[in-house]
């Protein structure tokens, strides 16, 4: 990625990943990603906000030699994960005379997970400021969003936000700015779900507290920068509430097509009443379980209800339904209803399986709903009893999303 003026003497001089798939052999990346790291050029002293994933370095050396920057004053470390933190030893080597600063939370992780002693670090905490002479630097540590030493920092001269993961996507762009597109919500979205929704309540608070901060703009340390704040703000409000969408995710996984058509019936039943109804097979294809799965996060993000549906496998639910299940109940959507449909052939605790795999879903449990074989004409009529029974539900919920 080439070097990206943000405003007068604040650079973007980070890494950009656009072929990367999967992100922590976990998430799907369909947009790739950045590591972004911010140049600070003050009349005084110069900083590197976060450096970059150590398989980057070298383009994070290239753009700082790029930029003419022979000395740098300081190396700003806000959260310790190797994907900004990676290459400090590195950058350190290249510029011996830079001071790390960071909270007490990151030295402790930078001491774990790349053994460095605390000694080396100038320490800053909440409301601490750095000064570069006419550019200066205040703190916020922002713990569990996600990580117990994420620590965002304004630019007060500037009002820009260096927010860390908070308020980040993946998504690798020759833009540095965000844009309207709806891939860049998306991306956004699919973010918050799978790293900052299960702390949905600590983002909910930091968001009200840089939005009452108004910075000019919000630079996050993956995607795009921000430019206008109130966007994501917006955005992080509504998925950090407690409100929901009158919306219905089904997950489903299907083997002789038996749970296919149960998915068919409560589907068309949902439809009837209104609601709005995604359905994703996550085991079409073998390698989509994760991509799939990437796309049933992001829509539970603000869904009201989860269905998962599972074939009968040796007694238990099919893995791919088992995985799902396992990533969700870590995710902690908001979801106010939960339940577990599918097929057997002559015996299942699939349903007891997967209650077991999500027992800290705090979603209200919806009774199973098993059907021995290809679904018969009472086995439908259940179905769609089943699909009124949870549009009733949905329809009751007052605090409704748009
Ligand atoms: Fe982008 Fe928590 O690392």
Redesign the pocket.
């Known amino acids: 990625m080439p070097v990206q003026p943000i405003c007068s003497n604040v650079l973007e001089v980070g890494a950009s990943d656009p072929d990367r798939k999967l992100f922590d052999a976990l998430m799907p990346t369909p947009f790739g990603t950045t590591y972004n790291s911010y140049l600070i050029i003050g009349s005084e002293a110069t900083a590197l906000i976060d450096p970059v994933d150590p398989d980057k370095y070298r383009d994070l050396l290239f753009n700082l030699k790029e930029v003419g920057v022979e000395k740098l004053d300081y190396i700003v470390i806000l959260?310790t994960?190797q994907?900004?933190s990676g290459a400090t030893p590195m950058l350190r080597r290249a510029f011996p005379e830079a001071q790390l600063v960071g909270t007490k939370k990151v030295q402790e992780l930078m001491g774990t997970h790349l053994h460095i002693p605390s000694e080396d670090f100038i320490t800053v905490a909440e409301g601490d400021q750095l000064s570069l002479g006419d550019k200066t630097l205040t703190f916020y540590p922002i713990p569990f969003a996600?990580?117990p030493d994420?620590t965002a920092c304004m630019l007060e001269e500037d009002r820009i936000l260096f927010s860390s993961?908070l308020f980040?996507s993946h998504y690798a762009n020759k833009k540095v700015f965000s844009t309207s597109s709806n891939d860049q919500r998306i991306a956004a979205r699919t973010y918050f779900a799978e790293?900052m929704m299960p702390f949905r309540t600590q983002c909910a608070k930091y968001t009200k507290k840089f939005r009452e901060m108004a910075p000019h703009m919000v630079a996050p340390?993956?995607g795009p920068v921000w430019y206008e704040p109130n966007h994501i703000f917006d955005l992080y409000e509504r998925w950090t509430g407690d409100s929901v969408r009158r919306s219905v995710v089904i997950a489903y996984v299907s083997m002789h097509e038996s749970t296919a058509k149960m998915i068919e019936v409560l589907s068309l039943s949902l439809a009837r009443h209104g609601l709005s109804v995604v359905c994703c097979n996550i085991a079409e294809e073998p390698e989509s379980l994760m991509v799939e799965t990437g796309h049933v996060a992001g829509e539970l993000v603000d869904a009201a209800a989860f269905v998962l549906a599972t074939p009968t496998v040796l007694g238990g639910p099919h893995p791919a339904a088992a995985y799902a299940a396992v990533l969700v109940n870590a995710l902690k959507p908001k979801t106010r209803y939960f339940g577990v449909i599918g097929s057997y052939g002559w015996a299942t605790k699939a349903a007891e399986t997967i209650e077991v795999l999500t027992g800290t879903y705090k979603a209200e449990r919806l009774p199973s709903l098993m059907v021995k074989g290809l679904p018969n004409d009472d086995d439908i009529e259940r179905i769609r009893a089943y699909g009124d029974d949870l549009a009733a539900k949905v329809l009751a919920i007052e605090d409704v999303l748009n």
């Open positions: 959260h994960e994907d900004h996600h990580w994420n993961d980040g790293i340390s993956h």
